[in-house]
């Protein structure tokens, strides 16, 4: 059985994009045990723990995600390690003005989907695995631009 934690974080400017992570995520897999817990420090919210299993198809193998995704630590060539590093630095600078943590903005992984898939619409975005339709609306022309520096 594998867990997750999740924070969803009180107001109305965080509460709906956290949600959307959350729901995301439980659509993909079986949810076998939930805890969530109030939680008050440099910012209120819940936090979420999810005990969960991979979803499995009539065969018995792992459903596949129709979304892209790259593992954090893909290699990346010359031009994807500068596209990421620029993107890290946007996610830097959002999440200081928006007083979070940077992977509250994007994971790693997204980051790494984000350069090695080709993205260069907001369409192409709504494809990468972890950018739901509020995500997109909050940050993808950002993404682009910032992608577009290269």
């Known amino acids: 059985m594998n867990v997750k934690v999740f924070q969803i974080r009180l107001g109305n400017e965080h509460t709906e994009n956290d949600q ?8 993909s897999v079986t949810v076998k045990k939930t805890a969530a817990q ?6 209120n919210c819940w936090s979420l723990l999810v005990f969960f299993e991979n979803k499995k ?17 893909a290699p990346l060539n010359a031009e994807e390690e500068h596209k990421f590093k620029i993107l890290k ?24 989907s984000l350069v090695k898939a080709p993205v260069t ?30």
């Not at 109030?38 to 910012?43: P, Q, R």
């Not at 198809?57 to 630590?73: C, L, M, N, V, Y």
């Open 38 to 43: 109030h939680v008050n420090g440099k910012f």
């Open 57 to 73: 198809t009539e065969a018995g193998s792992t459903t596949r995600s129709e979304k892209i995704s790259f593992p954090s630590d």
């Open 121 to 150: 619409t907001l369409a192409d975005i709504a494809k990468i695995k972890g950018f739901g339709e509020q995500k997109i609306t909050k940050y993808g022309q950002e993404i682009i631009e910032a992608i577009n520096k290269v």
């Open 89 to 112: 630095q946007w996610r830097f600078d959002k999440a200081s003005k928006q007083d979070i943590p940077a992977y509250m903005v994007c994971s790693n992984a997204e980051l790494v």
């Open 20 to 27: 959307e992570i959350v729901n995301e995520f439980l659509e």
